[in-house]
């Protein structure tokens, strides 16, 4: 029999060794990073800022064929379809803003700039990972005995949510996300969505950010925008950051009570699913699909079947925000102990979506790495008493 884990971190070792082998020394220091530097490994990002890693734009073009064979290795054709897509996305954000953002850097919105990262090493019998992003993408795996035991987060957005292509069809790289989430909210009788709504303005982001493993306390707030960023702004940057959020929120008509309304708590909150039709159990499990399709299908499999009975899947709240109509700003997740979907289309006039998909448990692989370093594995660097963030 077949291990879907073992299967896939070997795709990903071969793919994570054929790149390393094929940089030079200055695009190695960058590429290759320590696997215990938990700090640094449990840190993601969705804004256009340095995701820490070797950018496309060092590379040569083989490279950025190696760097996409492992990125491919750890998404489903699908989700694949869909980075890409959202990558390519940063040049008609840049047209849409007259080719002026530079956020520091010559380009600001600049498809170049999606970093790769590999920390430890996928030819040894150590735990190793890696990851991939730039803006509105990050992809984490972390692989522990040769087996797969993190894949998330899982981060995709897409600026703009909706644009025209030649014909009579709109590009919407995560219009499912949207589409299925509005099509529950909409199916819920007057005490279902008493129990779904948290408020009737959404926020302004992911109420989850970018905050590291679940380092996700319980009441947390959405971030400001300014923050989720590797370089912590000042003087003018940071009063057009502040303006932005200011415009945003005055826009949406958001107050300190709405936003109050979201806090992010480790008890889920929302309508249950199980007190969903039949019907609407459906429309949640192919919501669900949308985002823990996101990586290989075997893995995909094994994440679907912890859902598959009525009991289990009404272990799990949705919980929405905001407008029911398309072209509202809205906000929706799906939680459940082992679960955080979460959703959020407010910005620029309501056509820039956030999508993340977490484990509490399992994000960077946390849990199960504890359990490793506690059973006398040696953590390089650290020693035995130490653990991941």
Do not use: C
């Amino acid at each position: 029999m077949t291990n879907p884990r073992r299967d896939v971190a070997s795709r990903m070792a071969d793919a994570a060794n054929a790149l390393l082998e094929s940089l030079d020394a200055s695009q190695s220091d960058l590429a290759r990073w320590p696997f215990s530097d938990h700090e640094e490994r449990t840190r993601f990002f969705y804004t256009p800022t340095d995701h820490g890693g070797l950018p496309l734009t060092w590379m040569r073009p083989h490279q950025h064929r190696l760097t996409h064979r492992l990125v491919a290795s750890g998404l489903s054709r699908a989700a694949y379809t869909t980075l890409t897509t959202v990558m390519g996305l940063e040049n008609v954000l840049d047209a849409s803003e007259g080719w002026t953002s530079t956020f520091g850097r010559e380009r600001g919105r600049d498809p170049g700039m999606y970093f790769v990262r590999i920390f430890g090493d996928p030819a040894g019998d150590d735990p190793w990972g890696w990851r991939f992003g730039g803006h509105h993408a990050s992809v984490n795996h972390v692989i522990v005995g040769g087996e797969v035991v993190g894949t998330t987060p899982i981060f995709l957005g897409a600026d703009p949510a909706s644009t025209p292509l030649l014909g009579p069809h709109l590009l919407r790289p995560l219009g499912g996300a949207e589409d299925l989430g509005r099509e529950l909210v909409r199916s819920l009788d007057e005490a279902q969505l008493h129990a779904a709504l948290l408020a009737p303005v959404a926020p302004t982001d992911l109420v989850s950010a970018n905050r590291p493993s679940f380092g996700l306390g319980d009441g947390d707030l959405p971030l400001p925008l300014g923050a989720v960023w590797r370089q912590q702004f000042e003087g003018a940057e940071r009063a057009r950051f502040d303006a932005v959020q200011t415009m945003t929120e005055t826009s949406l008509g958001l107050t300190a009570e709405h936003v109050e309304a979201v806090r992010l708590t480790r008890e889920p909150v929302g309508v249950s699913a199980g007190a969903l039709r039949e019907d609407q159990r459906e429309i949640l499990r192919a919501l669900l699909d949308v985002y823990v399709r996101r990586v290989p299908d075997e893995l995909a499999d094994l994440e679907t079947a912890k859902y598959a009975t009525d009991e289990a899947l009404g272990a799990l709240r949705f919980a929405w925000a905001g407008g029911l109509e398309a072209g509202e700003g809205h906000y929706y997740r799906v939680q459940g102990a082992d679960l955080l979907a979460e959703y959020d289309n407010t910005q620029r006039n309501t056509n820039h979506v956030h999508t993340v998909w977490r484990n509490p448990h399992l994000d960077f692989g946390i849990d199960v790495l504890r359990a490793h370093y506690e059973a006398g594995h040696l953590d390089p660097g650290h020693g035995h008493d130490a653990h991941p963030h």
